[in-house]
Every structure is written in C-alpha cells, then in structure tokens.
C-alpha cells in the first residue's frame, strides 16, 4: 500500500513553458496545468507569484472555497482564462493567467504554486520577457552644410537613430559615397537602449544630391531611411561658345557663362582682362553677345566671373580672329569615317584570328604527321650502304665502252638480276680497253658466225678480266658464261 502511495505522489506535477515573451501594450498568456495523479488529490489553492529580489509578491490566487483574488497592482490587467477557475464549484487543474496592457515592469520570473492534500505543494516557474520595439529617425546632422575649398576636413553629415528598445537594435548604412561610421549605444533608465549612428566624409560639390540610406535591424525585422544630401558650395563656372573658328567678317557669335553651383548663382560679371568691352557686344546677364559682323578689335581674354551665397569663382577664354574660315568635316563624313574605322578594325581581328588558327592547325598537323613520314633507321642503312660503299663496283665496266659495245651487239645473253647496279663507279677498266681494234672490210660477227654490215669485232685480250661482284640475294652466273652489259635505259 505504502509503495502505491508514493508512485501516485511522484506522478504529479506543474506544467509550464519555460520562456515567454511580448511587446509593451500587448496581451500575453502564461500556461499553467497541474498533472494530477490516480487516484487524483485533492487541490486546495492555487497562487501566482511574482519573483522580485529574491522575494515572492502575490499576483492572483484561486481557493475553492474563497473564490478568485487578484493583487491591486495587476487588479486590472491580469485574469484567469479558464472561467471554470471562477465556478462556485471550480475546476483548477488549468490556471493560465492572461496579461494584458504589458508594461517594462512586467518582466519578471513568475511562480505557479499549487497546495494539495495530501501530496503538499507543487510548483514551476516561467520567465516573462518585456520587448519593446524602438523608433527610428534619420536626419542631416546640420541643416546646412557647406563644401569649403580645398579642405578635407571630415564633419558628421547625417544621423540615424534607433531610440527606446528592448533589446537593442543593430545600424548600418548603405551609399554610394565613401565614408566613415560612428556607432554609440546608451542603456536608458527603464531598461531600453538607444543606438545613434552618424556618416562623417568630407562635403564637396561631388557628394551633393547623394543618397544615404540607414538599415536598422530589430528583433529579426528590418526597417529602411533615407536622405538626400544637400551641400551648398560656391560656384564652378566655365566659359563656351568659342570654337576656335571666330574668322573675320563671322556673325551671329555669343559666349556662354555655365555655372554649376548651390545655392544658384546671383550674379554674373564679364570682363576683357587689360581692355574693355567692345561697343558691339551686349550683356544679357550669363550671355556675351557679338553684334553684326566680328573684327580684329573683338580679340583678348574674356572672363566671367559668377557669384553666389557661399563665394564667387571666375573662367576665361582666349578669343582669336582669323582671315578665312577653318575647313569644315560634315557631321556625316565624320561618322562614315568612324564606321570605316571599326569596319577595317573589325576585318583585321578577324583575318589575324584565321590566320593564327590556321597556324596551329598546320603545327598540329605536322607534328601529328611527322612519325609516320620519318624513314626507318634499317631502310636509310641499307641505302647510304648501297650509295656509298664500293666494295660492289670495283670491277664494272666503263659506261661510255659498254654504251659503244651494247649498240654494236645487242645483245642480250643473261637476265637482269646478273646487271650491274646503277651508275657503277668507272675505275675499274683500263683507259683504252680496245687498242689494237681494226675496222674489218667484210665487217666483224658479233653473233652465230653471221657478219654484220658497219660493225666491228673487239679483238681478243687478256689484260682486263672481268669479276661479277657478290650481291647478296642474286647467284652468280655459271662458269664460262658471256657477260652482257645492262639495257641502256639504266644509263
């Protein structure tokens, strides 16, 4: 029994969520459930209580017998959820309170304790976050700034802040001109932080009109700003309207004084430096206008000089009068020039682009190729053997006798693996092989005893014997057998 008992005691418990959260003037529950045990017991009172310090302060409490009471302070913002907790009879297995008109003091752990009989009490807590959404500002730092010449000091150009949250926010800035960042963050009295951000470059007519834009993130959410710079400067002025071809007798002239300034220019004044305004000129405030035909009088440095609230600045230009007119491009010609240009610019890169790819086409090629074009080292050995050694030549006969001879007899005794090889070497036969040769009367046989007519027969000799040479691969012919010369084609 006394082992049921204590199971049934240790199955009971508070159910509550650890964190929870909202911003200030929002509503927000706080769950609690009691896990009650079987057989259940018996709930005597439920009371929640705010944990400040160290201590434990009252918010509301729920007695079957007493009925619900809730605390002065939070008499008007805190309820019970479940109207059960308010029955004559009720039930108070879920006591989730609701918090209404959330303030910063709200914050806090916050305890939900039930007394039971006979288990005793049973309790759990839930820490309440207080989050409060700041404000966020964006201005210039100054109502004027000004752009002073030629200095680089860098001053504060706009602000942005990001005032009174909880917790606190993060500034960043996004712009297309350069600049420097200060960041301060302040904790306020009631536990908010203010962050103050601030741009600093140095103003010019450059950074004018330009747009910075202040990124504040909050809590996840993400809130954009911008402004436009405005810098006053003084003016930057240039003189147009010569074009170099003021030539004598030319009308209808004028220079132009262009001032590009902040605020805009209140005054303009012209004059020649070391001269004065010829009579046919006319001031109409930034225009100089030469009337009728110009002369040689009109010459010199005109300047003008333009004045606004912040400074006066001044341009000139030289002005020079020529005999006759320059020679004039038409607008077309010079545009048929420009495309002729590109057009002769174009078919170069081109041909250049074929001719390098042809290039490296052919050096692939032959380098793929040449493997298959070299000789094999055994084929050019047997035929530097066969052009240069002369151990097979040494007793062939002499080409221009064997010419002589062969048209003599034609003959044509022995097949043609027994002729000699090509242009033999011609040092092997006597300088005059034939010198007792007579022309014969009845002519000379050259074959089967039969007599030839304009012929003749070499005589006998022994002082030159003819030796086949040993060529490998061919026999040598049979003993006793008569030599003939090679076919003339091979001469």
Not at 127 to 141: A, G, I, K
Not at 154 to 178: M, Q
Request: overall charge neutral.
């Amino acid at each position: 029994m006394g082992i049921c008992l204590i199971s049934g005691v240790q199955a009971q418990r508070v159910e509550m969520e650890e964190e929870k959260s909202g911003f200030v003037g929002s509503k927000v529950e706080l769950r609690c459930r009691f896990i009650n045990s079987s057989p259940p017991v018996k709930i005597s009172q439920v009371t929640w209580q705010k944990l400040v310090n160290g201590s434990k302060q009252n918010v509301a409490i729920a007695n079957p017998s007493l009925g619900v009471s809730v605390a002065p302070p939070y008499r008007d913002r805190v309820t019970f959820k479940n109207g059960a907790v308010r029955r004559r009879t009720p039930n108070l297995e879920d006591t989730t309170i609701t918090f209404s008109s959330l303030r910063l003091s709200d914050e806090a752990a916050y305890i939900c304790e039930y007394t039971t009989f006979p288990a005793g009490n049973r309790e759990n807590t839930v820490n309440l976050t207080v989050l409060v959404r700041p404000t966020t500002e964006m201005s210039l730092s100054t109502p004027t700034l000004v752009a002073a010449r030629s200095s680089k000091v860098k001053t504060p150009v706009a602000t942005c802040v990001l005032a009174n949250g909880k917790p606190v926010g993060t500034i960043r800035w996004e712009s297309r001109v350069p600049g420097d960042v200060s960041t301060r963050e302040y904790r306020n009295e009631d536990g908010t932080y203010t962050v103050q951000s601030d741009y600093i470059l140095v103003p010019s007519r450059d950074t004018h009109r330009e747009t910075l834009t202040c990124v504040t993130t909050y809590n996840e959410e993400v809130f954009t700003e911008s402004v436009t710079l405005d810098i006053q400067y003084e003016p930057d002025v240039m003189v147009e309207g010569y074009d170099g071809n003021w030539y004598l007798n030319r009308e209808n002239v004028q220079l132009n004084c262009v001032a590009d300034a902040n605020p805009s220019v209140s005054l303009y004044q012209w004059r020649i430096i070391n001269a004065s305004i010829p009579e046919n000129v006319e001031i109409r405030d930034n225009l100089l206008i030469f009337k009728g035909p110009i002369t040689y009088e009109i010459q010199g440095t005109y300047v003008c000089e333009a004045t606004n609230s912040i400074g006066t600045r001044a341009a000139s230009v030289d002005i020079s009068v020529i005999d006759k007119p320059l020679p004039q491009i038409a607008t077309g010609d010079v545009v048929s020039v420009i495309a002729l240009l590109l057009a002769a610019g174009v078919l170069l890169g081109i041909t250049i682009t074929v001719l390098i790819l042809k290039i490296r086409s052919r050096k692939d090629s032959s380098l793929q190729d040449s493997p298959s074009k070299k000789i094999p080292p055994s084929l050019r050995k047997r035929t530097d053997d066969i052009q240069h050694s002369g151990r097979f030549y040494e007793e062939l006969p002499n080409t221009a006798d064997y010419v002589s001879y062969r048209l003599a007899c034609n003959k044509e005794d022995y097949p043609e693996p027994y002729s000699p090889p090509l242009q033999p070497p011609l040092s092997f036969l006597p300088q005059q092989p034939y010198p007792s040769a007579r022309l014969s009367s009845g002519g000379s046989s050259c074959s089967g005893g039969t007599l030839s007519r304009n012929t003749f027969s070499p005589p006998t000799h022994t002082t030159a014997v003819f030796k086949y040479p040993s060529v490998p691969g061919v026999s040598p012919p049979p003993p006793g057998a008569a030599y003939t010369f090679p076919k003339e084609q091979y001469v």
